[in-house]
């Protein structure tokens, strides 16, 4: 297995663009997480899928950011506008079931907004 | 709602020796506490847990100690190595939650 997919890897863009980061969850995962990481507060939940229906949004920090799962196989998290103080690390995470079990964690994409 | 609070947050042994991460958490409801170790560029990867039935977990050189009473939990490293240089993450969550909360993180350099 390939493990959770995420791309790009690197993204920078200048403040007021839109940010797209997309991720692939593990095949036959049925839970995916989106985390921000950033030295100020660590690994942050942002949404949580279960079956492709987003169950807690009450992590994303504003309306600037939106979350789509149109389908098991593929998440989206965008940032329109974006600004400055976006710049993270965004994980996308993925297990079976809905209780507590291993989670698999993407590489990440580091993102700059300049 | 869960506080996971982890000390210290920058840890440096030279290789060979132990090193010990701490963790407290404040919802005595949480029973599941996993441990994550990030190295340059990847993402966290599980590398224990342990639920609250149980005291000590052990694999190979390394443990978690959990003590309920006093909401706290360890991650024992022995005989460390460069590999084990690394951000370890301490969580803690209810079983019938979806929720991880995770600590802030310790850098542990492990110094040939």
């Known amino acids: 297995d390939a493990g959770v997919i995420q791309s790009p890897r690197h993204e920078v863009t200048e403040m007021g663009q839109e940010v797209t980061l997309r991720c692939k969850p593990i095949?036959?995962?049925?839970?995916l997480f989106w985390y921000r990481q950033t030295m100020m507060r660590g690994l942050e939940l942002l949404i949580y899928?279960?079956?492709?229906?987003?169950?807690?949004d009450s992590g994303m920090p504003e309306d600037r950011f939106s979350a789509k799962m149109p389908n098991a196989s593929f998440s989206t998290l965008k940032i329109q506008p974006s600004e400055p103080r976006d710049s993270a690390v965004y994980f996308c995470?993925?297990?079976?079931?809905?209780?507590?079990?291993?989670?698999?964690f993407g590489s990440g994409t580091q993102l700059s907004v300049l | 709602g869960e506080n996971v609070e982890q000390h210290p947050s920058t840890l440096s042994v030279q290789e060979g020796d132990s090193a010990v991460i701490k963790c407290t958490y404040s919802?005595?409801?949480?029973?599941?506490f996993p441990w994550y170790k990030q190295e340059l560029g990847k993402g966290p990867q599980l590398i224990i847990d342990?639920?609250?039935?149980?005291g000590e977990k052990k694999d190979q050189r390394i443990a978690v100690t959990l003590n309920k009473t006093a909401k706290h939990f360890s991650l024992h490293i022995t005989e460390t190595q460069p590999e084990d240089s690394a951000v370890y993450f301490c969580a803690a969550s209810i079983d019938s939650s979806y929720k991880l909360i995770f600590g802030s993180g310790t850098r542990l350099l492990v110094r040939p």
């Open positions: 995470a993925s297990r079976t079931g809905t209780g507590v079990e291993k989670l698999f």
């Open positions: 342990i639920r609250s039935n149980v």
């Open positions: 095949s036959g995962h049925n839970s």
């Open positions: 919802d005595s409801a949480s029973n599941y």
């Open positions: 899928f279960n079956n492709n229906v987003p169950i807690d």
